[in-house]
T-cell receptor, first 114, second 113 residues
Framework: AQSVTQLGSHVSVSEGALVLLRCNYS??????LFWYVQYPNQGLQLLLK??????LVKGINGFEAEFKKSETSFHLTKPSAHMSDAAEYFC????????????FGTGTRLTVIP | DGGITQSPKYLFRKEGQNVTLSCEQN?????MYWYRQDPGQGLRLIYY???????QKGDIAEGYSVSREKKESFPLTVTSAQKNPTAFYLC????????????FGPGTRLTVT
């Protein structure tokens, strides 16, 4: 079975500081991994995805994530936080099955302090 | 513009009434999904459909029903049997068997009193 754990339901950073949101996955087969962002009262927007190509994945809005198989991690980073980054972030995992369903973490709410 | 439409954005109902949430996509995606979102619980899968006229229960299907009569439409009915229907409901779609990412609609916030 697949699962995702997001460490820290709330993360606060100062504007201009490094953003680090943690995600660890569990999967018995090679996973596909995703980060989504959700602004209040909106749907989820795909930030980036790992699908077994390069382990360092670049996404939109300056975010990137690195797949580390040895650590079963897929942490999301951004060098310099902007006020507009304040949102909730979800990590998700999928594997190659008939359904290809996504399994989501419980989310991390990012607050950016001016 | 291609995308997923959910209507209405906000929906209010009295307890004991069935209510249907709309989800339409013009992306020509094969698979469609319904999720429920509650604070602090992430997204939980209600139902999904990989092809027209076929759908499967997700993790929390009790009290919900769906249909998939057209490729572009996947309506969700919240029945009176659903114990705690108040939530934010998200519809998503996925292109085909070789793709894994899902694309989401803007969501419908349902309040039942």
């Amino acid at each position: 079975a697949q699962s995702v754990t997001q460490l820290g339901s709330h993360v606060s950073v100062s504007e201009g500081a490094l953003v680090l949101l943690r995600c660890n996955y569990s999967s018995s087969v090679p996973p596909y991994l995703f980060w989504y962002v959700q602004y209040p009262n909106q749907g989820l927007q795909l930030l980036l995805k790992y699908t077994s190509a390069a382990t360092l994945v670049k996404g939109i809005n300056g975010f990137e994530a690195e797949f580390k198989k040895s650590e079963t991690s897929f942490h999301l980073t951004k060098p310099s936080a902007h006020m507009s980054d304040a949102a909730e972030y979800f990590c998700a995992v999928s594997v190659q099955t008939g359904a290809n369903n996504l399994f989501f973490g419980t989310g991390t709410r990012l607050t950016v302090i001016p | 513009d291609g995308g997923i439409t959910q209507s209405p954005k906000y929906l209010f109902r009295k307890e004991g009434q069935n209510v249907t949430l709309s989800c339409e996509q013009n992306l020509n995606h094969d698979a469609m999904y319904w999720y429920r979102q509650d604070p602090g619980q992430g997204l939980r899968l209600i139902y999904y459909s990989q092809i027209v006229n076929d759908f499967q229960k997700g993790d929390i299907a009790e009290g919900y029903s769906v249909s998939r009569e057209k490729k572009e439409s996947f309506p969700l009915t919240v029945t009176s049997a659903q114990k705690n229907p108040t939530a934010f409901y998200l519809c998503a779609s996925r292109q085909g068997q070789s793709s894994y990412e899902q694309y989401f609609g803007p969501g419908t916030r349902l309040t039942v009193t």
